[in-house]
Every structure is written in structure tokens, then in C-alpha cells.
T-cell receptor
Framework: DADVTQTPRNRITKTGKRIMLECSQT?????MYWYRQDPGLGLRLIYY???????NKGEISDGYSVSRQAQAKFSLSLESAIPNQTALYFC?????????????FGPGTRLTVT | ELKVEQNPLFLSMQEGKNYTIYCNYS?????LYWYRQDPGKSLESLFV?????AVKQEGRLMASLDTKARLSTLHITAAVHDLSATYFC????????????FGKGTTLSVSS
């Protein structure tokens, strides 16, 4: 089984709709992240969480919110989706106890807002 | 604001040739990561470089870090088709592993 899973894998929604993307991990890591990837732009950090009670904004948090329901679960919400939020979204995890801070990525969710 | 620039952005290589991908960044950091992404897939960690002069090698890929020059290189030796992918470097902006700033990626195509 995959260590970092994301649901759904693909989603098409309409402008103005609320949508939630979910991420679960079995790696036992304390830190979790949400990124979006746009063609030609690399990945950009949306939010990150050190633990259940510690959530921080990343580079591009406007229009997004997150919830860390448990150490293993981190969800990303778009309260009112707009077309320029069409992108590939990745969840990632890392272990603060290891000095490498290496991040492990989920398979991604392709979101299309029409 | 930390900026990360990769070049080239697109690279077409013949099998058996050598080439280097460059990753320049704008502010001090001594922690840099290289990832590989296959089309439609997730990112796979290749190398973690933690200090000036760090060099890591795996198969036909070798990565190095020069923190004084704010430069990392990913060298490809005797390219093979299986290396075709997009390669990203990411720089740790706050030295705590939480604020990775990614380059735009280098798409490598290896043909025979």
C-alpha cells in the first residue's frame, strides 16, 4: 500500500463550488504539506502543518484553507473554486526527527474548475 | 525572496552522452533537494544535499552543491532512455525543511 494517499485522484467541479481534497499517510511523519503544480511553474507551497495544532501559510494560501484532523490526515479545501485553481495538487510528508527533512509526495489530485 | 532558477528548462539528449543541469538560487541556503517526476506521476526524491561541497551519486546521476556560489548541479553520465523525466531542484528557504522553493523543472528527453 502507498505511504501517502490522496483522494480523489481526479475531480472536475464548477466555479463557486466548495471542494475538499484529502491526504492520508501511514509513514508516521509529523509534518504535512500541500502544494500545487502548474505547467511550467514547478511546485508552490500552499500550507504546511508541523502537527495537529500547528498550521502555517505557504507561498500561495489565498483562496485555500486546510484542516489537520489527525497526525495522519491533512485536508485542503477550496471554499469557492475558481478556474485559475485548476492545477495538479500534491500532498507531502516529512519527519522532523530526521535531519534530512526529506519530503515524500503523494500521487497527486488533478483538479479542473470549469 | 528566495528564487530558484534551473537551466536548461528543456533538454534533448542522445543516449550515451553526458550533460549537466544547473540550479541557481538567490539567497543563502545549505540544504537542497533534487526530485524526479515522470509524466503524470508524483515526485520521487533523488538526492538531499546538506552542506557545501556535498556530492551524491546514484547510478548515472551525480548531484553536487556549492553553497558559496549558490549553485547545485545534476550531472548525467552516458544517458539512457529511462532517464527521460522532469527534474526539479528545491531549496530550503528557512533551513528547517518546511519552506521548499522549487525550480521550474528541467524536462529531459533521451533518444537513441
Amino acid at each position: 500500500d502507498a505511504d501517502v494517499t490522496q483522494t480523489p485522484r481526479n475531480r472536475i467541479t464548477k466555479t463557486g463550488k466548495r471542494i475538499m481534497l484529502e491526504c492520508s499517510q501511514t509513514k508516521g511523519h509529523d509534518r504535512m504539506y500541500w502544494y500545487r503544480q502548474d505547467p511550467g511553474l514547478g511546485l508552490r507551497l500552499i500550507y504546511y502543518s508541523f502537527d495537529v495544532k500547528d498550521i502555517n501559510k505557504g507561498e500561495i494560501s489565498d483562496g485555500y484553507s486546510v484542516s489537520r484532523q489527525a497526525q495522519a490526515k491533512f485536508s485542503l479545501s477550496l471554499e469557492s473554486a475558481i478556474p485559475n485553481q485548476t492545477a495538479l495538487y500534491f500532498c507531502a510528508t516529512s519527519d522532523s526527527g530526521k535531519g534530512l527533512h526529506e519530503q515524500y509526495f503523494g500521487p497527486g489530485t488533478r483538479l479542473t474548475v470549469t | 525572496e528566495l528564487k530558484v532558477e534551473q537551466n536548461p528548462l528543456f533538454l534533448s539528449m542522445q543516449e550515451g552522452k553526458n550533460y549537466t543541469i544547473y540550479c541557481n538560487y538567490s539567497t543563502t541556503s545549505d540544504r537542497l533537494y533534487w526530485y524526479r517526476q515522470d509524466p503524470g506521476k508524483s515526485l520521487e526524491s533523488l538526492f538531499v544535499l546538506l552542506s557545501n561541497g556535498a556530492v551524491k551519486q546514484e547510478g548515472r546521476l551525480m548531484a553536487s552543491l556549492d553553497t558559496k556560489a549558490r549553485l547545485s548541479t545534476l550531472h548525467i553520465t552516458a544517458a539512457v532512455h529511462d532517464l527521460s523525466a522532469t527534474y526539479f531542484c528545491a531549496v530550503d528557504a528557512n533551513q528547517a525543511g518546511t519552506a521548499l522553493i522549487f525550480g521550474k523543472g528541467t524536462t529531459l528527453s533521451v533518444s537513441s
